[in-house]
DNA sequence: TATTATTTTTAGTTTAAACTAACTTTAGTA
DNA sequence: TACTAAAGTTAGTTTAAACTAAAAATAATA
């Protein structure tokens, strides 16, 4: 099939290395976007904070956070609150951006905000870059465009061809 | 953020069970996808085929089919080649259209095959079923209204409203 | 049919990322 | 300042899903 085999742990595919910014997995960067939400939202990231955002404990933060110190994403001293890193601030700005316009495409599309958010959270660590810059256009282009705004209005109405009774 | 943590394991949201079939993990959904190809490619699946085709070794594939045999997707005999239960089939017919129904829609916004391909491969297990559903119903508008048709030939042509020279 | 080769399984190991229990540091307060 | 509470760390455990090495079953062939 698709998948290709990595050294070791979890199935999955390994992508092309042409991002713009260091990236890391899809749990570790989870913890670069916590981090740098609670810094924006309460001014500082403590270990606790991080642990009750993700529905963890604290000793799973702790390891974590030296590790992504380790890789250089993340400034952590013992007892003392996190900060990222310049490498971790552009990760988790690629990020909330790739987000954003994730998100922005699937509530174009008529998806509700909620689930919206949700996925383009979960698949935002996972699409090709290529892909996100096509997503991208596509938003571009019904904001931009005579067209592209009429377009949506369009789809906004259409309601199926037919209803399929689906059981 | 919008993480829920899970009982045991990696981090990772819990989405609403409205599903019509029965979900697995990512994990296992590709071993049920793999087994389901190869039947229709070669007309039996056995342990090094499926660990081959997933670039793994045998003894994983060995354990995770008793696993899937235990939850009831697969019939696994030893030293017998696997086939899908009932179960099984719904789970791989579910995820082949869901498949199809996500690269058709990437292929339709400009996505290179192969890159859609992937991307379609590795989020389908993740997005939500109103989602897709959306999804869905955008390819079906642009096939089936002149409104929809007329528009892709429109977005093929935009081609942005300025290079904006990044870096 | 006996022998060899291939496939599959068993048993035990590794890794990442969670966990618990117990300890240490820092902070808050009488 | 001394004491308690809260926050963070350490040490060791668990789990899923990989791995290796070696044994067992099946298949292919002389």
Redesign the pocket.
Known sequence: MFLT?K?????GKKMGEDDRVARL?V??E?YVETIDALMRERGYA????I?EE??????????????LDALGFVK??????VTLTEKGRDLAAFLKEQQRSLQAFLTLLGVDEIVAENDACAIEHILQAPTLERLSKFVEFTQATPQGRSWIECFKKYEGVKKSPKR
Chains 1, 2 share one sequence.
């Open positions: 085999g050294k070791r742990g979890y199935l997995n749990t570790e989870t403590g270990v606790t904070d642990a993700l529905g963890i404990k604290s000793p799973s933060v702790t390891s974590m956070l030296k590790k952590y001293t013992p007892y003392r609150n």
